[in-house]
């Protein structure tokens, strides 16, 4: 059974700093490409980051370069968003995706709240 797991998420002050954790189970993760994607109050889920399967490349959306890391442990199956400087429109809820080919799998999202 195919599972993805995020965690991590929570209320922060602006200026402050989350990391996002999904685990991965029940396929072969150093296969897939891995995506943050995020859906606002309102608003369409966009992509935020990605990683390759063996994690040498990473594109990011333009509002969080300089701010977002994306990374992954494939000993772990787990992938990483690290989140710094955070602004108030970067409350979402932040969803991991996995990718091979045609095979596009969906985590259930977890919540990040920016906010004094």
């Known amino acids: 059974q195919v599972q993805l797991v995020e965690s991590g998420g929570g209320l922060v002050q602006p200026g402050g700093s989350l990391r996002l954790s999904c685990a991965a189970s029940g396929f072969t993760f150093s296969r897939y490409s891995m995506r943050w994607y995020r859906q606002a109050p309102g608003k369409e889920r966009e992509l935020v980051a990605t990683i390759s399967n063996a994690g040498d490349t990473t594109t990011y959306a333009d509002d969080v370069k300089g701010r977002f890391t994306i990374s992954r442990d494939n000993a772990k199956n787990t992938q990483y968003l690290r989140m710094n400087s955070l602004k108030p429109e970067d409350t979402a809820v932040y969803y991991c995706?996995?990718?091979?080919?045609?095979?596009?799998?969906w985590g259930q999202g977890t919540q990040v709240i920016v906010s004094s």
């Open positions: 995706n996995a990718r091979w080919g045609p095979q596009s799998y």
